[in-house]
């Protein structure tokens, strides 16, 4: 009996040392740039030019935004750079620019026309920065998408008066 509790303890022994040494020689490749499908706003994760991972918009923010692609020469359906290194946890460029998608659509949701304009901001902040630098021009309608009540997002009230906001909409045209 005493016997096969040992052979039984060197087994799980080896078991853990093997699991150990195959963690450090044949670690989980990481993805090594992320991108970022401007009509959308799905990730991919990619590691040289092949996916490892991908994490598609939740909806309804992922068919909102699809609801207005077709009629936006900004929303294409294509894949941008969005982050030369997804696993730094300071920097989450990726997840920043998904983010920008889920309150643009959130806007869509709340006033179609903003809603549009603030979409297609993001979609242009993301393609010719990569997400790297500042934020996209809308930003100041982006900061006023709250969690609500019940956890959905939502725009919150008082975005009428916000100096930013109207400075914004008097850019382009919109009238509120």
Same mark, same amino acid.
């Given at each position: 009996?005493?016997?096969?509790?040992?052979t039984w303890i060197e087994r799980s022994l080896l078991v853990i040392v093997l699991f150990v040494l195959g963690?450090?020689?044949?670690?989980?490749?990481?993805?090594?740039?992320?991108?970022?499908?401007?009509?959308?706003?799905?990730?991919?994760?990619? &590691?040289?030019?092949?996916?490892?991972?991908? &994490?598609?918009?939740?909806?309804?923010?992922?068919?909102?935004?699809?609801?207005?692609?077709?009629?936006?020469?900004?929303?294409?359906?294509?894949?941008?750079?969005?982050?030369?290194?997804?696993?730094?946890?300071? &920097?989450?460029?990726?997840?920043?620019?998904?983010?920008?998608? &889920?309150?643009?659509?959130?806007?869509?949701?709340?006033?179609?026309?903003?809603?549009?304009?603030?979409?297609?901001?993001?979609?242009?902040?993301?393609?010719?920065?990569?997400?790297?630098?500042?934020?996209?021009?809308?930003?100041?309608?982006?900061?006023?998408?709250?969690?609500?009540?019940?956890?959905?997002?939502?725009?919150?009230?008082?975005?009428?008066?916000?100096?930013?906001v109207k400075q914004y909409l008097s850019q382009h045209g919109i009238r509120k």
């Open positions: 009996m005493r016997t096969q509790i040992v963690a450090i020689f044949f670690p989980t490749p990481r993805p090594t740039s992320a991108e970022i499908r401007l009509d959308t706003g799905d990730l991919r994760y990619l &590691r040289g030019d092949q996916v490892v991972k991908s &994490r598609e918009m939740e909806e309804p923010y992922r068919s909102t935004l699809l609801s207005i692609a077709g009629n936006s020469p900004a929303l294409k359906a294509q894949w941008h750079l969005c982050s030369n290194n997804p696993s730094d946890p300071e &920097r989450n460029t990726d997840k920043r620019c998904q983010r920008f998608y &889920r309150y643009a659509a959130t806007w869509l949701i709340a006033d179609r026309e903003i809603g549009l304009w603030v979409a297609e901001d993001v979609a242009r902040y993301i393609e010719t920065t990569d997400g790297q630098i500042s934020q996209p021009d809308c930003y100041p309608l982006l900061v006023w998408v709250q969690k609500g009540p019940d956890g959905t997002l939502v725009v919150l009230d008082g975005w009428q008066n916000d100096e930013q």
